[in-house]
């Protein structure tokens, strides 16, 4: 089995440390220049008989009016061709408008979203629960999977989830 990730989530919600997590301080590729309009690789993470390509999709939480057309055709067609979406947010802040223009931006498609709440450790398990009704309330997800990636909590799980939709 084999694919690819579009990564997803508005500054400062953990990405990087999530990619640093799963490939590992020397394998990533991490480059976080100010957005571009390509579509940049990751990382590639192979387990036993799978491998997950992941990829991150530059402007996606920008404001519609600053994204250049070719921004949005590029991230509206990396949403299309992966196989899987990771929308990762911060479970230990409130819903944000970055959150919510990304919500906007995925209410569309029909690649599998796994929502991902990131910083678990921050946070009581009852707020868990009702940041999940929150997000659950305003798009339709696949999996929801709570990490912590600084921890390394749940990653497991998560690349688990990930793997059965390739
Ligand atoms: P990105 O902008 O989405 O790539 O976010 P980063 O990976 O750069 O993380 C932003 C900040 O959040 C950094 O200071 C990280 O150490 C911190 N962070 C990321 N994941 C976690 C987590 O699971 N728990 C906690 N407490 N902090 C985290
Ligand atoms: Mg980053």
New binding site residues.
């Given amino acids: 089995k084999s694919g690819f990730v579009s990564i997803i989530?508005r500054?400062?919600?953990?990405?990087?440390?999530?990619m640093n997590k799963v490939l590992g301080q020397k394998v990533a590729i991490m480059s976080d220049k100010p957005q571009t309009t390509r579509n940049k690789i990751q990382g590639v993470y192979t387990k036993d008989n799978s491998q997950m390509i992941f990829i991150d999709t530059p402007g996606i939480h920008k404001p519609k009016h600053q994204l250049g057309e070719h921004m949005m055709k590029v991230a509206r067609n990396t949403l299309r061709e992966t196989e899987v979406i990771l929308f990762?947010i911060n479970a230990a802040e409130e819903i944000g408008r970055g959150d919510e223009f990304i919500i906007d931006m995925l209410k569309n498609t029909k690649t599998p979203i796994i929502l991902v709440l990131?910083?678990?450790?921050?946070i009581h398990p009852d707020d868990l629960i009702k940041q999940i009704e929150v997000y659950k309330d305003k798009l339709n997800f696949s999996d929801v999977v709570p990490?912590?990636?600084?921890?390394g909590n749940n990653i497991d799980r998560l690349l688990g989830v990930i793997e059965s939709h390739l």
């Fill in positions: 989530g500054p400062n919600v953990g990405k990087s440390t999530f990762i990131n910083k678990i450790d921050l990490i912590s990636a600084l921890q």
